[in-house]
């Protein structure tokens, strides 16, 4: 019997076609007649057509077992799931091949973001372990200058609250003074830094003050918020301010400084004149001529015979104490704002707002050098007792000059307050500064 599918022959007792899996429908046996009818109506189609071979499937060889006979499951069925299941594995290979290198490039990335994070860690460790030179150097240097602010800073004593005007030693030499816009005036231990005495003047600032060569009388000028002044002169009292011996009204008061005979006191001021003051009496001795009067700050020589002044008119101002007569030094760009006789009367100092300390002879007149630091006004202008150097306070800086080379000597950093007033102790070897802040600091200078 052939497959009515493909005429493959069909294997005895097989229910399908061992060539395609076709089912084959099973038939009872014919009866013998019947089969003997169906033999020979088939010799007899044979002799009459040509001879036709079919091809036999492979026999097994006597040694070969034949397979078992599958269970009886429709083949159609069977062979779709067959297909089925090789195309879900392809599928499912192919999707565990996609998820693979998905993972591995998941994986891949994550290392090399790893890599990267590492690399960047690794690279910030460099940096800080291994800083550029140029801030290496700039760090070394700030605390190397903070380390040695520290050693030249002494002291700072505190007690006022608003810029200090005024820093004298008394000729005692025990004793400091500090001159406050809080209206008031302490008196130091010069050595210990603790406080002696206390004065609070009448409504106002006290915008100077100064002690008499002797130690004996005491000068405060105090101007109220209209303008109005008043120089209280006092007499010291055991190295404190006594009473008020006289008092002298003067409006828009800048300075105040005495003869080195104590008998005369000079008050400048910005209306436009310069007066000679009776220290004993309180009368106007003299009122001295001149052009932009307008005085900022003033100062007598050491042996009295030439009083230093400057303001407004950018020159440095220089009268005869006896005759009067004026000259003027002429080499700053702006006005004046303080000016200093050294110890020996030959030189003269003057701060301006051109930013420039000028060092005069005083005797011709003759310009010796401009000392120019940082670019800030100059508030105050000191010389030390030697007369060898010149401090210079600007802002947040105080330099200290040769007075003989002009060249710096040594430099003050104040990085949270500004100077306004220096003087040197007797001794030379400590510089105070008044601030703009209230206190006075105590430094170390250089000899």
Not at 35 to 59: C, E, I, K, N
Request: with cysteine; hydrophobic share 40%; glycine share 10%.
């Amino acid at each position: 019997m052939n497959c009515p599918n493909c005429g493959f022959a069909l294997s005895e007792g097989l229910p399908f076609c061992v060539n395609c899996g076709a089912t084959v429908a099973q038939t009872e046996a014919p009866d013998a007649s019947t089969a003997a009818q169906t033999a020979d109506s088939a010799r007899a189609q044979t002799a009459a057509q040509p001879a036709q071979t079919t091809p036999l499937p492979p026999q097994p060889s006597p040694t070969q077992t034949l397979p078992a006979s599958p269970p009886p499951v429709a083949p159609q069925r069977k062979s779709g799931r067959v297909w089925l299941l090789i195309v879900g594995l392809v599928v499912l290979i192919g999707i565990g091949a996609v998820a693979a290198l998905m993972f591995m490039g998941r994986g891949a990335g994550k290392r090399n973001v790893k890599r990267a994070n590492v690399n960047a860690t690794n690279n910030r460790n460099v940096n800080i372990a291994q800083p550029q030179p140029s801030t290496a150097n700039k760090q070394n240097g700030a605390n190397t200058n903070v380390a040695a602010q520290a050693e030249e800073l002494r002291q700072t004593l505190t007690g006022q609250t608003k810029e200090i005007t005024t820093v004298a030693y008394l000729p005692d030499k025990k004793t400091l003074a500090s001159a406050s816009r809080d209206g008031t005036v302490k008196l130091w231990d010069a050595q210990t830094g603790a406080l002696k005495q206390t004065v609070e003047e009448h409504d106002g600032e006290v915008v100077s003050l100064a002690f008499s060569s002797d130690g004996t009388t005491a000068a405060v000028a105090v101007v109220n918020s209209g303008g109005g002044g008043m120089v209280f002169i006092n007499d010291m009292q055991g190295g404190q301010l006594g009473a008020v011996r006289q008092k002298i009204e003067r409006a828009n008061i800048q300075s105040v400084a005495f003869a080195p005979d104590g008998k005369t006191l000079a008050v400048g001021n910005t209306s436009g004149s310069l007066t000679l003051w009776d220290t004993t009496t309180g009368t106007l001795k003299q009122t001295l001529e001149g052009q932009d009067i307008q005085t900022r700050a003033v100062t007598f020589s050491p042996d009295g015979k030439w009083i230093a002044a400057g303001g407004y008119g950018n020159t440095v101002k220089l009268w005869d104490a006896q005759t009067g007569k004026l000259r003027e030094l002429q080499g700053h760009t702006n006005e004046i704002t303080c000016v200093a006789f050294a110890p020996d009367g030959q030189t003269i100092a003057s701060g301006s707002y051109d930013y420039t300390v000028n060092l005069w002879d005083a005797q011709t007149g003759e310009l010796r050098h401009t000392l120019k630091g940082e670019e800030n006004v100059i508030s105050a202008v000191a010389f030390s007792p030697d007369g060898k150097l010149v401090a210079s306070a600007a802002n947040h800086t105080i330099n200290l000059w040769d007075v003989a080379t002009g060249e710096l000597r040594q430099t003050f950093k104040l990085p949270e307050t500004t100077a306004s007033a220096l003087a040197f102790a007797p001794d030379g070897a400590t510089l105070a500064s008044g601030c703009a802040d209230g206190t006075v600091k105590l430094w170390k200078s250089k000899q």
